[in-house]
């Protein structure tokens, strides 16, 4: 079993940016793959973007690309969501996700993944 806990959500201005954070426990491995996903009321989760938490190749989905930035702090199993330049569709929920396949195959299912934290709520208004 592994746990998540999202930290770092919050409210900010259009352009403005915030670190979010997802520390995991139990049974956490460095190929361990680690992903953040987002939910807005009515829409279905989406991807943001996923790696692994040792290192290597992060992906991130078109919506996010070039303002989201995956980082991690392997000491502590902690895997970063750096998000800059927030625009007002980036208001949503934020899961941190774990284990399964979704890093092997590549896919943004959020069935591919085994473990979910509690959500950091996002919130980007003027």
């Known amino acids: 079993q592994v746990q998540l806990v999202e930290s770092g959500g919050g409210s900010v201005q259009p352009g403005g940016s915030l670190r979010l954070s997802c520390a995991a426990s139990?049974?956490?491995?460095?190929?361990?793959?680690m992903a953040w996903f987002r939910q807005a009321p009515g829409t279905e989760r989406e991807a943001v973007a996923r790696?692994?938490?040792?290192?290597?190749?992060?992906y991130y989905a078109d919506s996010v690309k070039g303002r989201f930035t995956i980082s991690r702090e392997k000491v502590n199993n902690t895997l970063f969501l750096q998000m800059d330049m927030l625009k007002p569709e980036d208001t949503a929920m934020y899961y941190c996700?774990?284990?399964?396949?979704?890093?092997?195959?590549?896919?943004?299912?959020?069935?591919?993944?085994?473990?979910w934290g509690q959500g950091t709520q996002v919130t980007v208004s003027s």
């Open positions: 996700a774990a284990g399964g396949n979704g890093c092997y195959s590549g896919s943004w299912n959020p069935a591919d993944y085994a473990y």
């Open positions: 139990g049974s956490v491995f460095k190929t361990m793959c």
């Open positions: 790696g692994f938490l040792g290192g290597g190749d992060t």
